[in-house]
C-alpha cells in the first residue's frame, strides 16, 4: 500500500517569486510524498525575471511555472489541499477562502526578492539567499514524520519552521 501524497499550497500575494520558489523546490526535494502549488491573492501575472533566471540556472523547469490566484484551489474540482503556507507578509494577514477539507495552516515568511532594490547581480544574490531560506524550511517539512504526528504536535512543527532564526 503506498502512502498518500500531500498536496501543498504556498500562497504569496502576486505568485511571481516566493511562493514560486517554494513550489519548485517542494516538488523537486518531496519527491511522491508531496505535491505541491503555488497561487497568489492578487497574481501579477508573470514569474519575476531574476527569480525565473535562478530557476532556469538551478535547472528547475521554469517553463512549466505561471503566476495564478489562489481562487484556483477554492473551486470545485481544485486538488484537496492537506496544507497551505503564505511565505510572505501581506499574505499572512488577509482573509484567505476557506479551503476544502481544513488544510493544516502556518505563515514562512521570507523577504521578498521581486521588491529587491538593486543591481542585477545584486538582485541575483538575494534571490538566491530567499531560495536557499525556503529550501532550509521545506527540508525541515519533508523530514517531519507526518504520519506519525498528531495534529497539534505537527502544527507546532509546521509553526516553528516558520520561525526567523536569530
Do not use: Y
Not at 90 to 114: K, L, R, S
Amino acid at each position: 500500500m503506498s502512502e498518500k501524497t500531500f498536496n501543498v499550497l504556498f500562497l504569496c500575494t502576486g505568485n511571481s517569486a516566493r511562493s514560486i520558489m517554494a513550489e519548485a523546490i517542494l516538488n523537486r526535494e518531496g519527491g511522491s510524498k508531496f505535491q505541491a502549488f503555488s497561487a497568489g491573492s492578487q497574481p501579477k501575472g508573470h514569474i519575476d525575471p531574476t527569480v525565473l533566471n535562478l530557476l532556469k540556472k538551478l535547472n528547475f523547469p521554469a517553463d512549466s511555472f505561471r503566476s495564478k490566484s489562489w481562487e484556483e484551489f477554492a473551486r470545485p474540482g481544485a486538488p484537496e489541499l492537506d496544507f497551505v503556507f503564505t511565505v510572505c507578509d501581506n499574505a499572512a494577514g488577509e482573509v484567505c477562502p476557506v479551503w476544502p477539507g481544513q488544510p493544516m495552516t502556518a505563515h514562512w515568511g521570507v523577504p521578498d526578492p521581486a521588491g529587491f532594490e538593486g543591481s542585477a547581480v545584486e538582485k541575483a544574490a538575494f534571490a538566491a539567499d530567499v531560495m536557499r531560506m525556503l529550501n532550509n524550511r521545506i527540508s525541515v517539512f519533508t523530514a517531519l514524520p507526518i504520519h506519525s504526528l498528531d495534529r497539534l504536535a505537527l502544527q507546532k512543527h509546521l509553526d516553528e519552521i516558520g520561525k526567523p532564526r536569530t
